[in-house]
């Protein structure tokens, strides 16, 4: 017998600044995650075009997309997303304070050496052990 697995698509900015990654906490959850969201073909033309929008709501601030990093799969953030695959790339966003929108409710910018203090979803995790790897983040 074979079950099909349809997999939630979630595109996510990976912005780094002087050599910190930001990472979100959503409002009622305890797990950290990268500024983005579900990819929606009916209001997205591309993954870029989701990333601006994403962090445009979620930050306040406008993005500009750089590079795919990979795709990542595992445990969503919430019990209702299932299995996610994440499609991440590097994101530039604007110099200006960040606003988070009501479902954020805090932000961090982490150093590779805190990695393992916080509790991170695991394709956030996969990526950023990706970038460590990589020597993209040091």
């Known amino acids: ?3 099909l697995i349809e997999l939630l698509k ?3 900015g990976v912005v780094i600044r002087n050599d910190r990654v930001l ?3 959503k409002r009622g959850h305890d797990l950290w995650i990268f500024p983005g969201g ?5 209001r997205d033309a591309d993954e870029t075009a989701c990333l601006r929008r994403e962090l445009k709501e ?3 601030l406008e993005c500009v997309p750089g590079s795919k990093i990979g795709v990542f799969e ?3 953030l919430s ?6 695959s994440l499609s991440c790339w590097f994101a530039d966003i604007e110099p200006h ?3 988070l929108n009501g479902e954020s409710g805090e932000y961090a910018w982490i150093r590779p050496s805190e990695v393992i203090i916080y509790l991170i979803t695991s394709p956030t995790r996969q990526c950023l052990n990706y970038l460590i790897r990589q020597s993209q983040w040091s």
Do not use: H, W
């Not at 019990?79 to 996610?84: E, I, Y």
């Open 79 to 84: 019990r209702d997303d299932g299995l996610v």
């Open 23 to 25: 990472l979100l906490r």
């Open 97 to 99: 304070e960040i606003r």
């Open 1 to 3: 017998r074979c079950v």
């Open 74 to 76: 595992g445990k969503g």
């Open 38 to 42: 579900k990819f929606e073909p009916s």
């Open 58 to 60: 979620e930050l306040g």
């Open 10 to 12: 979630v595109v996510a």
